[in-house]
T-cell receptor
Framework: NAGVMQNPRHLVRRRGQEARLRCSPMKGHSHVYWYRQLPEEGLKFMVY????????ESGMPKERFSAEFPKEGPSILRIQQVVRGDSAAYFC???????????????FGPGTRLTVL | GDSVTQMEGPVTLSEEAFLTINCTYTATGYPSLFWYVQYPGEGLQLLLK?????DKGSNKGFEATYRKETTSFHLEKGSVQVSDSAVYFC??????????FGKGTRLSVIA
């Protein structure tokens, strides 16, 4: 059973460009979470999605950031018009559906390290 | 909302020393408690978990006991190895809610 997959692993963008980060959850998982980690910091929650629904986006900046988890395909975190302060590691995690054994456990991908020049 | 307090790092130990990393939490209801480990340049790996009071999670020689009365989930290992050098994160969660992380505790083990 493949783990959570993220791509690209490293992404370099110039200020003003768009960044698209992809996350494929573990097989059978229907919940996806995005977190951001600044250097020497812990992870900060950004957004929680189920298929075709945003459940909680309380940690996401109101502007330039958006996320989706379509019926088919990976979850996408999109950052428009990137700025230097967006440079960070972005981690995706997934968990099983509610009510299933282990539904409280999140499994993390390897992350995408975004560098904005 | 939920929150977690971990002991400040870095923690530097000699190989085979005893490790304790303190973690206390605040949460509504009865959260599950997790320890994750992050090796340099990698994502977080689940180390162990406990889902109810007095449960003990264990893995790879690490242990932590869910103490509801003190709202704590301290991580321990009897004999650390150089390969245990990493950043350790404690996190509570209830159901499918997002994890709440502290800054983590960096552990360096020297031979």
């Amino acid at each position: 059973n493949a783990g959570v997959m993220q791509n690209p692993r490293h992404l370099v963008r110039r200020r003003g460009q768009e960044a698209r980060l992809r996350c494929s959850p573990m097989k059978g998982h229907s919940h996806v979470y995005w977190y951001r980690q600044l250097p020497e910091e812990g992870l900060k929650f950004m957004v929680y999605l189920q298929k075709e629904n945003i459940i909680d986006e309380s940690g996401m900046p109101k502007e330039r950031f958006s996320a989706e988890f379509p019926k088919e395909g990976p979850s996408i975190l999109r950052i428009q018009q990137v700025v230097r302060g967006d440079s960070a590691a972005y981690f995706c995690a997934s968990s099983p559906p509610s009510g299933r054994d282990g539904s409280d456990t999140q499994y993390f991908g390897p992350g995408t390290r975004l560098t904005v020049l | 909302g939920d929150s977690v307090t971990q002991m400040e790092g870095p923690v530097t130990l000699s190989e085979e020393a005893f490790l304790t990393i303190n973690c206390t939490y605040t949460a509504t209801g009865y959260p599950s408690l997790f320890w994750y480990v992050q090796y340099p340049g990698e994502g977080l790996q689940l180390l162990l978990k406990a889902t109810k009071a007095d449960d003990k999670g264990s893995n790879k020689g690490f242990e932590a006991t869910y103490r509801k009365e003190t709202t704590s989930f301290h991580l321990e290992k009897g004999s650390v190895q150089v390969s245990d050098s990493a950043v350790y994160f404690c996190a509570p969660t209830s159901g499918n809610t997002p994890l709440v992380f502290g800054k983590g505790t960096r552990l360096s083990v020297i031979a």
